[in-house]
């Protein structure tokens, strides 16, 4: 099975969730556990589930990203790109911004 290299990036206060790192490169299976090409979904929870300690509900709710964080696939809008159902390639870079900031 190959595998894809997805580099990511948290900004905005998201990389406090990913103990201070803001850019990752990660080896992600080409294929999901369905046998499909491995979309943005099964990344989201792949990184909640591997890369996060505690807090995880500032990230994900309902097996999506919370509302208030931006999503880009290769510098574009990940609304414009299917969203989750994005299937990942090689070389993608994916970037979390936090919207929300306290006050």
């Known amino acids: 099975m190959s595998n894809l290299t997805i580099n990511v ?12 790192v803001s850019k990752h490169s990660i080896q992600f299976p080409a294929v999901n556990k369905e046998g499909k090409p ?7 929870l792949h ?11 500032l990230f994900v ?7 208030g964080i931006l999503v880009l696939i290769n510098n574009v ?10 299937e990942l390639q090689d070389k993608d870079e994916i970037v979390f911004i936090s919207t929300l ?3």
């Open 61 to 67: 709710e309902k097996d999506t990203v919370r509302p």
């Open 38 to 44: 491995s979309n943005l979904q099964d990344f989201i």
């Open 101 to 103: 900031h306290g006050g």
């Open 47 to 57: 990184i909640r589930d591997t890369m996060m300690t505690d807090k995880k509900d």
């Open 9 to 20: 990036e948290f900004s905005g206060g998201m990389e406090l969730l990913f103990q201070n």
């Open 77 to 86: 809008d990940w609304e414009l790109c299917d969203e989750l159902e994005y």
